[in-house]
């Protein structure tokens, strides 16, 4: 399982992404990555997963943290 958020530099195009893999079971933290970037694509409304996604798979992780990746349609 793995959560994660991407933040936003205020007034600017700099970000922040953050991922945590936990154990289902446990929910023992497995591995925690993050990655600074500048946002690559514009902001529109539901497109989001093309600005975001691309900084969290570029995190500094090693393990797979899963095969689906779902992204909120709208920020905020």
């Known amino acids: 399982m793995a959560g994660a958020d991407v933040a936003y530099e205020s007034g600017g ?3 922040f ?4 893999t936990q154990d ?3 929910l ?3 591995e925690a990555g993050t990655q600074q ?3 690559c694509f514009p902001y529109i409304p539901g497109l ?5 996604i691309p900084p969290l798979a570029r995190g500094d992780l090693t ?3 899963s095969d689906l990746v779902l ?3 709208k920020g905020g």
């Open 13 to 15: 195009d700099r970000l």
């Open 17 to 20: 992404a953050a991922v945590v």
């Open 24 to 26: 289902l079971q446990t």
């Open 28 to 30: 023992a933290v497995l």
């Open 37 to 39: 970037d500048l946002a």
């Open 48 to 52: 989001f997963s093309f600005r975001e």
């Open 63 to 65: 393990r797979k943290a």
């Open 71 to 73: 992204v909120p349609a």
